[in-house]
Structure formats: C-alpha cells, structure tokens
C-alpha cells in the first residue's frame, strides 16, 4: 500500500493430482506505526435461477448488524437459497451464529458447484451476495456481463460483517488458509473439507427408504474406506480406490423413521477425512439468537460524554479511516478530561502517526511519566524524537521498547538502523538476526538482515537470509533489489520499479534510514528501461519524479557532495501524481529550500505533505510561499480553497484561493 505501509499476499497454489484450489494469505503490516485493515475474499460465480446457495446458517444479518433473519426462508417467506427467488433487490446477507468451516453454490441444471473451505479459525465470517433479479439487478446483468448472465458472489472475511475492522501493530503479521473444491454429481451438498465433499439423502418407499451418498475426493485415496451408519450399526461399509477423477456413491436400505445417519470417509491409515451425521451442525444456540431489528446504539452529546464514550468515538473514527476526525476526538475529550492517560496516549500515538510530531511528544511524555512501562507511549514517542532530531533521546527510549510486547520487533529495527548510521554493521546485524527468532512473521527484518550481511561482504550469509525470505514473501521489491545486488539475478527489478517510482523510494528509503547511502544512490540515479514496463495510467516516470531528484540531491550531501543540481533539476518537474507521505521527506524538502528557498515546488509538495496530517497552518505557509514564487501553479490555490472548507474557515477565504 503506497500511503500506509501495509502489504497483503496472496498465493494460489494449484498441486499436481490434486482437485482443489488452495489459497494461503498473509497480511502484514511493514510500517512504523499502528494500522486499521480488515479482509475478504470474495469469488464470482456464475447462476442460473435453479442454482442453490448451500450455506450451513440458520440466521443472517444485515450490514452492521442492524438486522438478523431467518435463513433459508426469511420473515417475508422467501427461500432466499435458490437464485431464482432473488426478486426484491440486492441479497447481500452474513452468517450469524455458524461455526462450520464450509459453504458452496450448487448448480442442479449441471450437477455441478464450488465449495469454499476455511477453519473458522482463519476466516469465521460468511457472506452471500446477489445482484436480484428486480429491474436493477437486470441492468446489472447487461452491465456486467457478455450475455446478460448473472452470477453470486462467495466471500469469507476476517471479521463478522463488512463495517468491522481492526488493527495490525508495526511488523505483525497474521496468516490463514482457504480451499476451493469443485464439486459435480452429487445432486446437492451436505459436508466439505480440503479431502473430500459429500452428499447424503433418502428416497423413501412406503415403510422403508433407501440412504445414498455421493462422494466427491481432492485426491487419490487408494484403499480408503467409506462407512454408513445408523444407532442400530453399519447400514454400508466398504474399501474402495477414490480418484478425483470419479463420483463415488453408494446406499443402503434403512427404515423410513431411522434416526441420523451418519458417513464417514477414512484413508488406509483409519484416519478420518470426513465425517457428517445428518441434519447435525455447529451452530451457536438458537436461544441465544436474537431476530429482527437490533437497537441503535446512543451516542451521547459530547458536553454529556464520559472519558470511556470519548475514547470510543475516537476508537470508532479510527477504525472507519478517519484519522483526522479521531484525533480531534481524543483532543476534545483530553480538554474534558486533561488527567485522562488513556486519551493522552492516543492522541499521541495517533499525531505520531500522522506525521505531527511536535504535537505529540509533550503528550506522550507526561504518558510515560505517568507510566513508567507505557511501552507504547514510549515507542512512538521514540518516533516522534527521531524525526525531530533527537537521536539519544529515542535511543535510550527504543532500547526500553524492545525488552518484550508487541513493539519489540519495531524498536530492534530502529536500534539496528541507529547502530548502522553510527558504522556498527556487525552490531546491527546481530540484533537483527536475534530480532528474527523472536519475530518470525517480522519480514521487514530479514530484508534488513541481507542488506546488512551485504553491506560487510557476507555473501553467503546475505544469501542464505534472502533465501527463506524470499519463500515467505517473493514478491517484494526491496527483496528482488537485494537479489539484484547479490547474485546480479532479477535483473526484470528494474522493469517493476520503472512503473511505479514510490517503489525506488521505498526502498532508498530503507538504505537511507540504515546509513546505506551508495545503494540508495544508485537506484536513485539509476537509468530505467522504457520497455517492458507495466505501470498505471498517467503514472510518472522516475526520470520525471521530482521526489527521485529531491532525495537523490539529499543522499549526495549525506557524502559532502553538493546536490544542488538535483535539487535545481527537481524544482522544473511536475507534481501531478506526487503526493510525498513518508517522515524523511521533511528532511529532504527542507534540504532542498536549504539550497535555494525559491523552489516553489519544493514548498508546494511539503505543504502537501503537511496537509496529509491535517497540519493546515504548516500546509496554507508553505502554499502560499510556493504561489508567491509561482503563481501560475493552479493547484496551490485549488489546494488552499479545499483545505479552507475542510476545516471549517470562513467561506471568504476559500472563495479568494479559488
């Protein structure tokens, strides 16, 4: 994620002789600071009016929860399972109160479906969405599609609806699994796992009925046996070869009024791969389900508020991505209640990450003096110091961080940067590598670990950490850059960063903030291939970067030498698509005007990046300075309108900038 830092990764994988889709994903937050996420995975399958939507639920709900009905026939008496009964809008309903690992969509015209399957561990929430088949949805059909077909779409996420998010701490990192099964003949579903997907009815005649299972396997099962049962014993047993290849059935006569039956699939060994007894689910009691309409939850009128109902709205608004909001709600609760630590610490937390660090660190140093083991006030408080110039300060902090919680893989990141900046590379090497058997998931510290076995010469170290790294995250542009300087292989890196030049920065970035200023260098002033690039449209050439320039002149004097021609050459590009959002361009931009305070462009693209963190002030000064030099920028003044309106000034004033 360009802006925030965060990185998802998805593999599919696709074994030899297996019949099923596996689908492991890793979510993992690489930056400095905290970050809000949530996920889904979501397939499209197409349907015809016939087609059943197999959930294992008894109850959905409604986006937020604001709703729960019965399922498959809601309060309306519609049987929302079959497609063709979709006639009043959009279905777009969650799982509520199901804890079974699968669901499917069930083709009868084909004898045919798709099955998803993931742990509730991994992915517990289920959704079910349809187009409808009203007026509208018909216009989505011709919208969306070549012949006016329609399809459901399968979603499994994190959390119980899609309003729900949470939060990724600095270098975590969390991982799950799902599978995708194809299904055909076997009339309908009742069980799936990774191993195998079955169906199990009665056709009843008079007094007696005959039981059938179909059985579907994701892989050869030679000598597997499969088993029928009822209280009373084995209605049918046998060993049998199962490919994917073959629909397995088999039945068994059973009285009309036999109690469950139940099916079981086991390998040579005996283990068990399947197993289900009818009409028998996990399913959260139904007396604890409750229907219809949930109550509103009341907000208080903030002069009524407590310092808890403070927090959460702060809390709420921050989770929804209203970084800027969230703030001002846990300023405003921290004029109500000025002794509140729980607000100090997050309004500080929260400034730090918006870049306003100034503000931040008084409120998070009376947080940790309150607080001796506040190790997050501590942390980002450490941050705050760091861009602010205060190295030791944050040292001594960072080194308190990293003794044990959460934080510490972040805190061993920042001491090993300081160690390589101050020439200790063996230091920083160290603490790196101890970093890593703490913090496996840490992806962010193997990369740093390869640099630094580089940087000493320790090719065979830096190979080997750039081995397991790249098997766990192979895509990565900081990993391929590293390779590239390693084994001289990759060399299509160049291609990749070519199309997006905040990938080039991204990566100096790293370089730079562990003193590694010849690598940073030579991707800054790198000539980059024109052909083979796959980039988005409108997207700048690194050439024509003035944010590759700005830092290439910056890193020059980091060896004494002068960078004013690049700081000269970046000051006649253009800014549109440059949105500059990491702590070291203040740095960088401040080096620049250093070098010739005229640079309008220079002024344009720090006031932007003030504005990002809600710095009006900071943001309108450095606007108008740059519209003093220039005036013919149109967005300066386009800039200074919204960001008037935005923060509530007087209209006159937004009216004069545009």
């Given at each position: 994620?360009?802006?925030?830092?965060?990185?998802w990764?998805?593999?599919l994988?696709?074994?030899?002789?297996?019949?099923?889709?596996?689908?492991?994903?890793?979510l993992?937050n690489?930056?400095?600071?905290?970050?809000?996420?949530?996920?889904?995975t979501?397939?499209?399958?197409?349907?015809?009016?016939?087609s059943?939507?197999?959930?294992?639920?008894?109850?959905?709900?409604?986006?937020?929860?604001?709703?729960?009905?019965?399922?498959?026939?809601d309060?309306r008496?519609t049987?929302?399972?079959?497609?063709?009964?979709?006639?009043?809008?959009?279905?777009?309903?969650?799982?509520h109160?199901?804890?079974?690992?699968?669901?499917?969509?069930?083709?009868?015209s084909?004898?045919?479906?798709v099955v998803?399957?993931?742990s509730?561990a991994?992915?517990?929430a289920?959704?079910i969405w349809?187009?409808?088949?009203?007026a509208?949805?018909?216009d989505?059909?011709?919208a969306?599609?070549?012949?006016?077909?329609?399809y459901v779409?399968?979603?499994?996420?994190l959390f119980?609806?899609?309003?729900?998010?949470?939060?990724?701490?600095p270098?975590?990192?969390i991982?799950?699994?799902?599978?995708?099964?194809?299904?055909?003949?076997?009339?309908?579903?009742?069980?799936?796992?990774?191993?195998a997907?079955?169906?199990?009815?009665?056709?009843?005649?008079g007094?007696?009925?005959?039981?059938?299972?179909?059985?579907?396997?994701?892989?050869?099962?030679?000598?597997?046996?499969?088993?029928?049962?009822?209280?009373?014993?084995?209605?049918?047993?046998?060993r049998?070869?199962?490919?994917?290849a073959?629909?397995?059935?088999?039945?068994?006569?059973?009285?009309?009024?036999?109690?469950?039956?139940?099916?079981?699939?086991?390998?040579r060994?005996?283990?068990?791969?399947?197993?289900?007894?009818?009409?028998?689910?996990?399913?959260?009691?139904?007396?604890?389900?409750?229907t219809?309409?949930?109550p509103?939850?009341?907000?208080a009128?903030?002069e009524?508020?407590?310092?808890?109902e403070?927090?959460?709205?702060g809390?709420?608004?921050?989770?929804?991505?209203?970084?800027?909001?969230?703030l001002?709600?846990?300023?405003?609760?921290?004029?109500r209640?000025?002794?509140?630590?729980?607000?100090?610490?997050a309004?500080?937390?929260?400034?730090?990450?918006?870049m306003?660090y100034?503000?931040?660190?008084?409120l998070?140093?009376?947080a940790?003096?309150?607080?001796?083991?506040?190790?997050?006030?501590?942390?980002?408080l450490?941050?705050?110091?760091?861009?602010?110039?205060?190295?030791?300060?944050?040292?001594l902090?960072?080194e308190q961080v990293?003794?044990f919680?959460?934080?510490r893989?972040?805190a061993?990141?920042?001491?090993?940067?300081?160690?390589?900046?101050?020439?200790?590379?063996?230091?920083?090497?160290a603490?790196?590598?101890?970093?890593m058997?703490?913090a496996p998931?840490?992806?962010?510290?193997?990369?740093?670990?390869?640099?630094l076995?580089?940087?000493?010469?320790?090719?065979?170290d830096?190979?080997s950490?750039?081995?397991t790294?790249r098997?766990a995250?192979?895509?990565?542009?900081?990993?391929?850059?590293?390779?590239?300087l390693?084994?001289?292989?990759?060399?299509l890196?160049m291609?990749?960063l070519?199309a997006?030049?905040?990938?080039?920065?991204?990566?100096?970035?790293?370089?730079?903030?562990?003193?590694q200023y010849?690598?940073a260098?030579?991707?800054?002033?790198?000539?980059?291939?024109?052909?083979?690039?796959?980039?988005?449209?409108?997207?700048?050439?690194?050439e024509?970067y003035?944010?590759?320039?700005?830092?290439r002149?910056?890193v020059?004097?980091?060896f004494?030498?002068?960078?004013?021609?690049?700081?000269?050459?970046?000051?006649?590009?253009?800014t549109?698509?440059v949105?500059?959002?990491?702590?070291?361009a203040?740095?960088?931009?401040?080096?620049?005007?250093?070098?010739?305070?005229?640079?309008?462009?220079?002024h344009?693209?720090?006031?932007?990046?003030?504005?990002?963190?809600?710095?009006?002030?900071?943001?309108?000064s450095?606007?108008?300075?740059?519209?003093?030099i220039?005036p013919?920028?149109?967005?300066?003044?386009?800039?200074l309108?919204?960001?008037?309106?935005s923060a509530?000034?007087p209209a006159e004033?937004?009216?004069?900038?545009?």
């Amino acid at each position: 994620d360009r802006v925030y830092g965060l990185q998802w990764i998805v593999q599919l994988t696709l074994r030899p002789g297996r019949a099923v889709l596996e689908q492991n994903t890793t979510l993992y937050n690489r930056s400095d600071v905290r970050r809000r996420f949530y996920w889904w995975t979501n397939a499209g399958v197409r349907v015809t009016d016939d087609s059943r939507i197999l959930y294992p639920m008894r109850f959905t709900a409604s986006h937020g929860f604001r709703d729960v009905d019965t399922w498959p026939v809601d309060r309306r008496g519609t049987d929302n399972s079959v497609v063709g009964n979709h006639r009043f809008g959009p279905v777009s309903r969650f799982a509520h109160g199901s804890r079974e690992p699968w669901m499917a969509v069930y083709h009868p015209s084909a004898d045919a479906g798709v099955v998803h399957y993931s742990s509730p561990a991994d992915l517990p929430a289920k959704k079910i969405w349809s187009w409808s088949s009203d007026a509208d949805g018909l216009d989505w059909r011709r919208a969306l599609s070549d012949d006016s077909s329609t399809y459901v779409e399968i979603q499994a996420g994190l959390f119980r609806d899609q309003e729900t998010y949470a939060y990724l701490q600095p270098q975590e990192r969390i991982r799950f699994s799902a599978y995708w099964l194809p299904v055909r003949q076997l009339g309908g579903l009742v069980r799936a796992t990774p191993d195998a997907a079955v169906n199990l009815w009665r056709e009843v005649s008079g007094d007696s009925a005959t039981a059938i299972v179909a059985l579907n396997v994701t892989r050869a099962l030679p000598d597997a046996s499969v088993e029928l049962r009822s209280a009373r014993g084995a209605v049918s047993s046998g060993r049998i070869a199962l490919t994917p290849a073959t629909t397995y059935r088999t039945s068994g006569r059973v009285a009309a009024g036999e109690g469950p039956l139940t099916v079981t699939l086991r390998d040579r060994n005996g283990a068990v791969l399947l197993t289900h007894t009818e009409g028998v689910f996990d399913y959260t009691p139904e007396s604890l389900i409750r229907t219809g309409a949930t109550p509103e939850q009341r907000v208080a009128p903030p002069e009524r508020r407590t310092e808890g109902e403070w927090l959460e709205a702060g809390d709420e608004l921050e989770r929804n991505g209203a970084m800027l909001g969230a703030l001002a709600a846990y300023r405003a609760g921290l004029a109500r209640f000025p002794a509140s630590l729980p607000l100090e610490r997050a309004a500080g937390r929260l400034a730090v990450s918006e870049m306003q660090y100034a503000a931040a660190e008084p409120l998070l140093f009376d947080a940790l003096a309150r607080h001796s083991t506040d190790y997050e006030s501590a942390y980002y408080l450490a941050l705050a110091r760091l861009v602010l110039g205060d190295t030791l300060r944050a040292r001594l902090l960072l080194e308190q961080v990293q003794q044990f919680g959460v934080l510490r893989p972040s805190a061993v990141y920042w001491l090993a940067a300081l160690d390589a900046r101050a020439g200790d590379l063996a230091g920083a090497y160290a603490r790196v590598r101890r970093g890593m058997q703490d913090a496996p998931g840490a992806a962010r510290l193997a990369g740093v670990a390869a640099m630094l076995a580089r940087a000493q010469g320790r090719t065979p170290d830096a190979r080997s950490v750039l081995t397991t790294a790249r098997a766990a995250d192979p895509v990565s542009p900081f990993l391929r850059n590293e390779v590239r300087l390693t084994w001289g292989r990759d060399t299509l890196v160049m291609a990749h960063l070519a199309a997006d030049p905040e990938r080039i920065l991204e990566i100096a970035t790293e370089y730079i903030r562990f003193g590694q200023y010849r690598d940073a260098l030579e991707l800054l002033a790198a000539t980059y291939p024109t052909s083979g690039v796959v980039s988005e449209p409108g997207m700048p050439r690194p050439e024509r970067y003035p944010l590759i320039a700005y830092y290439r002149g910056f890193v020059r004097e980091q060896f004494g030498e002068s960078g004013a021609a690049d700081f000269e050459a970046a000051s006649r590009m253009p800014t549109t698509y440059v949105f500059p959002n990491r702590p070291e361009a203040f740095a960088v931009l401040a080096r620049a005007l250093a070098a010739n305070p005229r640079d309008a462009t220079a002024h344009h693209l720090l006031g932007n990046l003030a504005m990002s963190g809600g710095m009006l002030d900071s943001a309108a000064s450095e606007w108008r300075r740059a519209a003093a030099i220039e005036p013919r920028i149109p967005t300066l003044h386009r800039n200074l309108g919204y960001a008037f309106l935005s923060a509530g000034r007087p209209a006159e004033e937004a009216r004069a900038a545009f």
